[in-house]
């Protein structure tokens, strides 16, 4: 949530406040005005003043007061630090951006210099696109902040990041096309120009954007940013950004660079993403096709939910990825359909994932660490990774006669940490240095194994063999004395001390070894030189063996980033075989198929299937799914390229539409598609019209955003793009209805010359695959059976006989009596030559003879009550002869 009215929340001046209460009112001073300050007081994070205000009311927790400030309570609330994350969580989801103010010394360190307070700084800023921990993240799902950038000369650009993997890429867009590609992106948070805010809001919702100044975007002031980070003399070596380009990942790099409170962003270079190479799907489609969230906004039920069968959250988030942004590059993905083949056909498929189940998720184990976000246990994970990498390389050899796709060789190369000397250093160590199962944090300890560091025995044989000493004092003190019940303890006041009963402190005090410290009324307490000599070798040793583990820590993390950009390319190529094994897989079991990729836009689909339909009826066990052609032909010679869809409600026309629609994003994804034969022309751009409701957040009713769906087709279709539309016109009158339905399939036809299914309940639109030379007509079948209307899921050539909507309104439960009124206008209609003038002379309703409903007879009433499995036979018999006497009364 960005609220540009928060710009203007004042806080109280330093002056004159408690030293820890100028210290919070400074570093609030260098918070950014929008965002929440987590202050860091031992083991809570308070918010004071209107920052308490805001947060107890989104996180539901107390509001309380601590002292004054300038002659006024001071309103605080606060949270435990061990929890924090769990509180962030819900704040970043309710939209607030929190920074977090950190101590950044020891209590003790603070006091031996004569400061009244520690020291304390920002640590971060916490935003919904800058988030790295798991906790705040899923796993399976992309967390991108994108920036937008328009430029002087009228190019515009986008840049995003991730920061939890090291993603940093950016793409030159023209206007059009802005909602397309950050519908792909679907970024957390979206950095904009301030005068862009208003129209941002159209783009991703007004709840993730953050407007930025103006000369955050200077191109040239990015282009110094950039080099300096990245040590470059030239960003050429990168790719020949535009200005907006290099404006767009400046303005990007500066936000995160503050959100790290000033640490550089560990993010890899910047990467030029081609524009025109992904298959733009505006966002009215993509929310229509449900290609990775449903319309209720869930992940079940969605394409991606489907067929998602990777083993690693990185392979989840790369097919996430593909599905969102379908390459339109042919060799790409030819390229991506051979490595599946390959996987399709290799008897090692089953091991690589195997292999893979262990791989955990290193992208993010990486940026932790980097970000010195980090410990011992992602340590543990990058070892566990590397390890299975080398593992999967020696095991991607090709099969008895299987060649070696190009694109696996590379692969399996960039898995072989053998090769790289840094990496397969590293691991070793690893190896031996780390414990089995290390715990989250460097600084809790015990996660160096024993062996890797002598000094650290040594100071872990002291400190763990501070019980048996103590207790070998304690047994010495008490032979000494002559006091049995003599006990050596321990607190955080006093240390090591010697603690006697009242009664029997005499023998002590009169010893000279004895120094007495403090006198409680059943006990009284002392220490010795001996027992303060031990607490401080126990004290120094528990410290000592804590900093050397903590600098092996620091080492280890440092090699670990000197090595980043090798990691980053296992993790990718990780991620990459895992999404082809999927799917191999998944293909497999499915009876998918590879697609053909064809120069011309034809769309040839035999025996194709809706894939997450079809899926949901095996799962409820129901009966298979219909399988349908669909041919289409780009220059109309060969086929139509507009089809008229026709037949009655429920038939499956919508599914029908949708099914080839998911197979051009499919195809175009590099997987295999849901059909016995597939030859397919790589689309541009993908548009859906399915279905719409009222947006009366912007005021527009439901035929007003059918409306501007159905403009955006027409006017941004070219000759190459696919496009489905159901029902255009439905929400206005009927001549007006047919009108506009049929201006839209001419202008389709005739200047898109786009392949298109067009369904309609017009069945006038039909003759137009008489009238215009490359339109055809298709209908779904249904039949009547015994008065029941049997839908029978198959498309035909032809358009439909009828509509059958009056038997589907039965079947919806319509009174028989609207049932017999809607029979009779219906026929009225079809009889004559002037309907108006019809419905004129048929009587109202009222004036009908209208029969009552029919009440269930007594007979029925008692047959239902019977359970013939408990009569007795005299109570069968007595059944008899009672049904036979309400049959008779039922007769009369």
């Known amino acids: 949530m960005t609220d540009p009215t928060l710009s203007d929340r004042q806080f109280p001046s330093p002056d004159g406040a408690t030293p820890m209460m100028a210290q919070f009112l400074a570093l609030r001073e260098e918070t950014p005005k929008d965002a929440l300050l987590f202050y860091r007081m031992g083991d809570f994070y308070e918010l004071f003043f209107d920052d308490a205000k805001r947060a107890a009311e989104a996180l539901d927790i107390a509001l309380t007061q601590r002292g004054q400030h300038q002659g006024e309570p001071i309103p605080m609330c606060g949270v435990p630090a061990a929890t924090a994350e769990a509180y962030l969580a819900r704040l970043i989801r309710a939209g607030f951006k929190v920074a977090v103010g950190e101590q950044l010394e020891d209590p003790a360190a603070a006091k031996a210099r004569g400061a009244k307070t520690v020291q304390r700084g920002l640590a971060r800023i916490v935003t919904p696109g800058t988030l790295t921990e798991d906790s705040l993240l899923e796993a399976r799902a992309s967390n991108r902040i994108a920036a937008f950038a328009p430029s002087a000369s009228g190019g515009m650009a986008i840049a995003w990041a991730e920061v939890s993997t090291g993603e940093f890429a950016a793409s030159a867009v023209d206007e059009a096309g802005i909602p397309a590609e950050l519908g792909a992106l679907n970024p957390a948070e979206l950095l904009v120009p301030e005068e862009y805010f208003v129209a941002a809001a159209a783009w991703v919702g007004r709840g993730r954007i953050t407007p930025l100044a103006r000369a955050k975007f200077d191109a040239k002031s990015a282009t110094r940013r950039l080099k300096e980070r990245f040590g470059v003399d030239s960003l050429d070596a990168f790719g020949d950004f535009t200005s907006a380009e290099t404006a767009a ?286 607490e401080s070798k126990i004290a120094g040793a528990a410290g000592r063996a804590l900093a050397l583990e903590v600098e092996a820590f620091g080492g280890f993390r440092d090699r670990v980033e000197h090595n980043a950009e090798t990691i980053r390319s296992i993790a990718r190529a990780l991620a990459e075989i895992d999404v082809a094994t999927a799917n191999a897989e998944f293909a497999r079991r499915a009876n998918w198929t590879r697609p053909d990729l064809a120069e011309e836009a034809v769309f040839e689909i035999e025996s194709g299937r809706h894939p997450v339909v079809e899926a949901a009826l095996k799962r409820d066990g129901e009966a298979g799914f219909t399988p349908n052609d669909c041919h289409m032909s780009g220059n109309g010679k060969s086929g139509a390229r507009l089809l008229l869809v026709t037949g009655p409600n429920m038939a499956g026309k919508s599914t029908y539409l949708r099914q080839n629609a998911l197979m051009i994003i499919l195809a175009q994804a590099g997987l295999y598609v849901p059909a016995a034969r597939a030859r397919i022309g790589i689309a541009d751009r993908l548009f859906s019209r399915v279905g719409a409701a009222d947006d009366l957040a912007r005021g527009r009713s439901t035929f007003m955003n059918e409306m501007v769906e159905t403009a955006a087709i027409l006017n941004q279709a070219t000759h190459r793009s696919f496009v489905i539309l159901d029902e255009v016109g439905r929400g206005t009158s009927t001549f007006d209805g047919l009108s506009i339905a049929w201006a839209a399939a001419e202008h389709l036809h005739e200047i898109n010359t786009c392949r298109a299914l067009f369904a309609t309940h017009y069945h006038e639109m039909t003759r137009l695959a008489e009238e215009l030379s490359a339109a055809g007509n298709l209908s779904l079948r249904a039949r009547e059976w015994k008065g029941e209307l049997v839908f029978l899921h198959q498309v035909a050539e032809g358009p439909a006989d009828r509509s059958y909507g009056i038997e589907v309104a039965r079947r919806a439960g319509l009174p028989p009596a609207a049932i017999a009124r809607a029979t009779t206008i219906l026929e009225r209609l079809e009889s004559e030559d002037a309907p108006a003038a019809a419905l004129a002379e048929l009587p109202l309703f009222s004036a009908m003879p209208v029969a009552a409903p029919a009440k269930p007879s007594q007979l029925s009433e008692r047959m239902k009550r019977i359970d013939p499995d408990r009569l007795s036979p005299r109570e069968a018999l007595d059944c008899l002869y009672e049904l036979k006497r309400l049959s008779g009364e039922d007769n009369e």
């Open 249 to 534: 990942l400046g303005a990007l790099l500066d936000y995160l660079e503050l959100a790290q409170a000033g640490a550089p962003a560990k993010l890899s270079a910047p990467r030029q993403v081609r524009s025109g190479g992904a298959l733009l799907i505006d966002p009215a489609t993509r929310a229509s096709l449900e290609i990775d969230r449903t319309l209720a906004g869930q992940r079940k039920g969605s394409l991606l939910d489907a067929i998602d069968g990777t083993v690693t959250a990185p392979g989840a988030r790369l097919l996430s990825a593909r599905l969102n942004r379908p390459s339109t590059d042919p060799a790409e993905i030819n390229s991506r359909l051979d490595l599946l083949t390959y996987f399709l056909n290799s008897p090692t498929s089953a091991t690589v994932r195997d292999r893979l189940k262990a791989a955990g998720d290193p992208e993010r184990a990486l940026s932790r660490l980097v970000l010195s976000r980090g410990g011992p246990r992602d340590l543990s994970a990058l070892r566990r990774t590397l390890t299975e990498a080398q593992n999967l390389s020696a095991i991607l050899v090709p099969g008895p006669g299987l060649d070696v796709p190009e694109r696996l060789a590379k692969l399996a190369e960039a898995l072989n940490v053998q090769e790289f000397e840094g990496l397969r250093s590293l691991v070793a160590d690893l190896e031996a240095a780390l414990v089995e199962e290390p715990g989250l944090f460097a600084r809790d300890g015990g996660f160096i194994a024993e062996g890797w560091i002598a000094a650290l025995d040594e100071a872990r044989a002291l400190r763990d063999d501070s019980r048996k000493l103590i207790a070998g004092l304690q047994k010495t003190y008490s032979e000494a004395t002559g006091v049995t019940n003599l006990k050596v303890k321990h607190n955080n006041v006093l240390g090591y001390f010697v603690e006697v009963s009242a009664r029997h402190a005499d023998p002590l005090m009169a010893h000279d070894g004895f120094i007495h410290r403090q006198t409680m009324a059943n006990a009284v307490r002392f220490t010795t030189t001996e027992l303060a000599e031990l």
